[in-house]
């Protein structure tokens, strides 16, 4: 798959890597990679062989935010004509306009907990806006020593809660961490998001990658099937009213997983002391 901002590798072994490739830009999101990101998560909703995603990005910036120089296209009643290509800029009146791209970057994130891979994100350096929120909505996220974080739509006349940051950080880090850092904007380092759990470990910067595939070659591991209906059960679990509803939909999970061949794969490779040999799909 061929894109402007980003690029997308799949190897043979089912991991996916999305790198966000506007290094010059420190990997700011312009309307044009909103489109490309909406396009590979789509195309990732039903690719059965691309198994656990990896996210990264090139250079020495995880991800800026919002490009500033797009978002004030927002607040013009007058858009430039090479940009009316974006359905939501072909709208006269500003407010319209900026309803209409918030709902198309905020979908982002909603999608990147929809598609069935688990996202492990590889950061180095800053994570800033909405790139904080991407963060977020990663599943695993491992950070170099140099990495850093803000919830930067509060310092510039925004609210601190943009794109899933009051839904997730809370559930990340507890109430009182998250208000204060969606209350101030200020940055945390790796050392303070390993402390309070938002990230799983520091990493040295040249093997943060390889560290991200080991652990996805681990989950590879387990049965396809499994692993889809754990990401579902997890992000279920988030807003569930009790605990016998995640009991139900456990035991449906395993019911469904026992029931397929995948089972029985796992089974003997226990007993005969051996990975187990899973089919991509």
């Given at each position: ?24 830009k420190?990997?700011?999101i ?31 910036v ?62 180095q ?26 919830a ?8 601190g ?10 559930r990340l ?68 009213p009790s ?14 997983g026992?029931s ?22």
């Open positions: 798959m061929e894109f402007e901002t980003i690029k997308f590798e799949l190897e043979e072994n089912g991991i996916g890597i999305l790198t966000f490739n506007r290094p010059e420190a990997n700011a312009s309307f044009q990679m909103v489109e490309d990101l909406h396009s590979l998560l789509d195309a990732l909703m039903t690719n059965l062989d691309c198994r656990v995603l990896i996210m990264k990005a090139e250079g020495k995880f991800n800026a935010g919002q490009d500033l120089s797009d978002a004030s296209v927002l607040k013009s009643k007058k858009k430039p004509d090479h940009l009316k290509k974006f359905y939501f800029l072909d709208i006269p009146e500003v407010v319209k306009s900026f309803m209409y791209y918030q709902w198309r970057i905020s979908d982002l994130i909603i999608k990147m907990r929809k598609i069935s891979q688990p996202i492990i994100a590889v950061i350096g800053a994570a800033m806006g909405a790139g904080f929120s991407i963060a977020m909505a990663a599943d695993i996220r491992i950070v170099g020593k140099n990495a850093k974080f803000n930067g739509y509060i310092n510039i006349g925004l609210t809660a943009d794109m899933g940051s009051s839904y997730f950080l809370p880090i507890g109430l009182s961490r998250a208000s204060e850092l969606l209350y101030t904007g200020r940055f945390f380092g790796a050392e303070e998001a390993t402390k309070i759990g938002f990230v799983l470990k520091i990493v040295e910067e040249e093997k943060l990658f390889d560290s991200a595939m080991e652990m996805a070659r681990e989950m590879l591991t387990k049965s396809p099937l499994g692993l889809r209906m754990t990401k579902q059960a997890i992000n279920l679990s988030l807003d569930s605990l016998e509803t995640m009991i139900q939909l456990e035991n449906r999970g395993q019911v469904l026992g397929s061949a995948d089972v029985w794969e796992a089974f003997n490779a226990y007993i005969e002391k051996r990975d187990p040999k899973f089919p991509l799909r």
